[in-house]
Structure formats: structure tokens, C-alpha cells
């Protein structure tokens, strides 16, 4: 392999009883996540950035494969996930048609434009992802063509790679084939635990510039703990709720606490890797005080950012 990830590459089958014109090898063991085979479909063949009104792509048809897995890993950035695949493709003959790098790609626009599994699927940290295409003509004329999307959280890398082949590569079958994620509740921290027993807990640690919303360094391992728990549990949704003291009037400080719950939710999407459609921001300014106002050490406790659990299943 050309990657600088020269140790030994993990094979990985894809469903049983198909034959993908490319099958990947991953830098270390995946587990299968979806899939999903059709005898006869279109096949967008990406060949650009999202041009701000569409996603430019070569219109093809045949039998189309998707297949998605998860890599558990704290180690790779995206491109090392991407790499040894580039490599395999071009050793194989393919020509590299487009390859883009998150923003590069068009960012939001581009990754929901492309034909990317829903969750629980596929994953796609909308602040770190890459993408490929590819093609090539077989021995017997066939084309032979492929997207792959790479994106990954501080744990876990996915990869989803759409295939256009010939009869001969892929099972004639339109019945998608979804490996689901197990709906028990993953917890590893007493955070999480709060979450699933109280259905709510104070950010500690979490604090602002005087009247801004500039978060300060403090709290950023009760900011790890929320995106570890929703990204070990996809299914999960939460609120977070911004508070204040009650110096200054209600509108004021509704406005300010809900900026502040917001100015956190952009940190865990777009610095830690939490999916958007995770989480929603309110505030409620000083309406709901966990202690006194009379005193300073009251008004900074009730100075706070809480995270709400809103799934109901």
C-alpha cells in the first residue's frame, strides 16, 4: 500500500453472497452498518462541489450497491480512513474522478445532496468529512463506477461506498438490508446517567464572559460528556436551556441565556462532532433559579447552561 498506514490492512466482506466490483480493505476491523442492493436503478456519478444550486454528477444506470460500516477508532483522521481506499481503487485500475475535503465539497449542501444512508446508517459529522469518486471500464466493457463519503466522530469513523456495476458483480435484489443500532442505551459517564435517569443536568463548569456568549475554557469535560453520550446513542435527542441571575429585565436575559445555550451547541457540532439534528437550544433567563438570587454565590449558580433529554423511547 502507498498509505503511510503500512501496517496490516483488515479485510472486510461485505453482506454475505455479494461480490462488489470493489471490495474495501480498512486500516482496522469495521462492522457492517447497512445496506441496501437494487437490480436496476440510477447511479449519480459525483463529479464536482455543490455549485450552489446543484450537485454536478454523470447520470448512469445499472445495478446499484450501497454498503456502510462503522470503524471504531479515536486514532485516524478522515483522510487516513480515506487513504488506503484511494489507494486500493487506483491500484485497481479506477481513475480518480472527484475528491473533496468538507467545505471544499459545499459543506451542509453538498452532504445532503449526495445519496448518503439516513441515520442510523450512516453518520456524517458535518464538520469533518471527505469524499471520492471513481471509475473504471472492466475487461468486458462493463462500467464500472463508485461514490465513497468518510466522516467520523472522536470514536468512531463510518464509511458508505455506492457501487455501480454489472449483473455479475452484485445479488439481484431490491430488499434493503439494514444491520439496526442497538436501541439499549449506551452510558459511560454520570452525566449520561443523569440524562437517563433525571432527564436533565447542569453543565458544570460551563461559564461566559460577563453579559457575552463567548464560552470560557472551563466546563469542556462536561461538553465532552454530552457528545460522547449522543454520539454512543444516535437515537437520542436533547435540549439544551441556557439560564441567568435575575439582575436585569426578563426579556434581556431570556434573549441572552438562549444565545448562550446556542453558542454551545455550536461547539459540540461544529469542534466536537455531535450531528445537528441532535440538539436544539432554548433559554429561559432567570424563570427557573436553582438558588437565591439574594446572594453572588446564588446569581452564579443560577448562571448556567442544563442539557434536557427530549427523546420519549
Known amino acids: ?56 454528477a454523470v447520470q448512469l444506470e445499472g ?4 454498503q456502510s460500516w462503522r470503524i471504531p ?15 486500493q481503487l487506483t491500484e485497481q485500475g479506477y481513475d480518480l474522478v472527484f475528491e473533496c475535503d468538507t467545505e471544499a465539497c459545499g459543506g451542509f449542501d453538498f452532504r445532503f445532496a449526495a445519496d448518503v444512508f439516513h441515520e442510523p ?4 459529522n458535518l464538520g ?23 466522516s467520523r466522530t472522536p470514536e468512531t469513523g463510518f464509511v458508505q461506498i455506492n457501487q ?21 442505551p449506551v452510558v459511560s459517564s454520570d452525566l449520561g446517567q443523569a440524562l437517563e435517569t433525571r432527564g436533565h443536568a447542569v453543565l458544570e463548569g460551563v461559564t461566559f464572559r460577563s453579559g457575552g456568549t463567548t464560552l470560557a475554557e472551563s466546563g ?14 444516535p437515537s437520542r435527542r436533547v435540549t439544551l436551556v441556557g439560564h441567568t441571575d435575575a439582575v436585569g429585565g426578563l426579556a434581556g436575559n431570556v434573549d441572552l441565556s438562549k444565545r448562550r445555550a446556542q453558542a454551545v451547541m455550536q461547539h ?38 442544563e442539557v434536557t433529554l427530549t427523546s420519549t423511547e
Open 1 to 56: 500500500m502507498k498509505s503511510a498506514l503500512s501496517f496490516i490492512f483488515y479485510l472486510v466482506a461485505c453482506i454475505p453472497g455479494a461480490a462488489f466490483a470493489f471490495t474495501p480493505a480498512f486500516p482496522l476491523p469495521a462492522q457492517p452498518n447497512a445496506s441496501e442492493v437494487s437490480d436496476l436503478s440510477s447511479f449519480g456519478l459525483i463529479s464536482g462541489p455543490w455549485d450552489g444550486d446543484k450537485l454536478p
Open 63 to 66: 445495478q446499484v450497491s450501497k
Open 73 to 87: 477508532t479515536s486514532e485516524l483522521t478522515s483522510l487516513q480512513l480515506l487513504s488506503p481506499l484511494r489507494d
Open 121 to 124: 446508517g450512516m453518520h456524517v
Open 128 to 150: 469533518d468529512y471527505r469524499f471520492l469518486s471513481a471509475r473504471r471500464t472492466s475487461a468486458n466493457g462493463d462500467s464500472q463506477a463508485l461514490n465513497i463519503m468518510i
Open 164 to 184: 455501480l456495476g454489472s449483473a455479475a458483480d452484485t445479488p439481484s435484489t431490491t430488499e434493503p438490508v439494514i444491520t439496526p443500532v442497538p436501541v439499549t
Open 220 to 233: 469542556m469535560s462536561s461538553l465532552a460528556a454530552v457528545a460522547e453520550y449522543l454520539q454512543q446513542n
Open 268 to 305: 459540540l457540532i461544529a469542534e466536537l462532532g455531535v450531528r445537528a439534528d441532535q440538539i436544539t437550544a432554548d433559554g429561559v433567563g432567570y424563570l427557573a433559579p436553582r438558588a437565591s438570587n439574594l446572594t453572588d454565590a446564588g446569581r452564579e449558580a443560577n448562571r448556567r447552561v
